[in-house]
């Protein structure tokens, strides 16, 4: 019985390993809509994405079709979640460019917010964080016209860049 057990308990710790283990990339949830909007959308319970994938990066260069290779072009939105890895506790800034609006969320907190329709424009926010993973909410719409979203940032002692897969990262049991 006690051998039972004890491949119980190991099974168990195992399976809680992997549910914490992390992956390079933030989940990302597409909805499409039939009518045209023009600020975030409220998503009924019941309505699922038309795609659920994980997105390494959020660079999508300002363009008229097929945003981020998901073939959707207009009347969408976009929430992409997971976690900030930081290494150093220090001062970010994070901007966010898009066409049209979106938005930052970190430790349930709004950074950054980009509201309305508008051709690409740039908005940031500052945080202090500390060592760790931090949870991140990104948001972004798209009414009609050109689009595209872009989410850099501003490490301490440090220039503009790209966040990527090394710095964003989801849940493996998110997938």
């Not at 195992?14 to 909007?37: H, R, V």
Request: aromatic share 10%; net charge negative; charged share 25%.
């Amino acid at each position: 019985m006690r051998l039972y057990a004890g491949m119980v308990l190991m099974f168990v710790a195992m399976n809680l390993q992997a549910a914490g283990e992390m992956k390079p990339g933030l989940m990302a949830e597409y909805f499409e809509f039939d009518t045209g909007i023009s600020d975030f959308p409220k998503i009924a319970a019941d309505k699922l994405p038309s795609i659920r994938r994980v997105d390494r990066t959020i660079m999508v260069e300002d363009c008229q079709e097929n945003f981020n290779n998901t073939n959707i072009n207009r009347n969408f939105y976009v929430k992409w979640t997971g976690s900030i890895k930081i290494d150093k506790a220090g001062k970010f800034k994070f901007l966010l460019e898009s066409d049209d609006g979106s938005r930052m969320f970190v430790d349930g907190k709004q950074i950054v917010n980009n509201p309305g329709t508008h051709a690409m424009d740039k908005k940031d926010g500052s945080l202090d964080l500390a060592p760790g993973l931090h949870d991140v909410k990104i948001e972004y719409f798209q009414g009609d016209g050109g689009m595209g979203c872009k989410l850099t940032w501003v490490q301490p002692g440090k220039n503009e860049e790209p966040m990527t897969e090394n710095n964003l990262v989801h849940k493996a049991d998110a997938e």
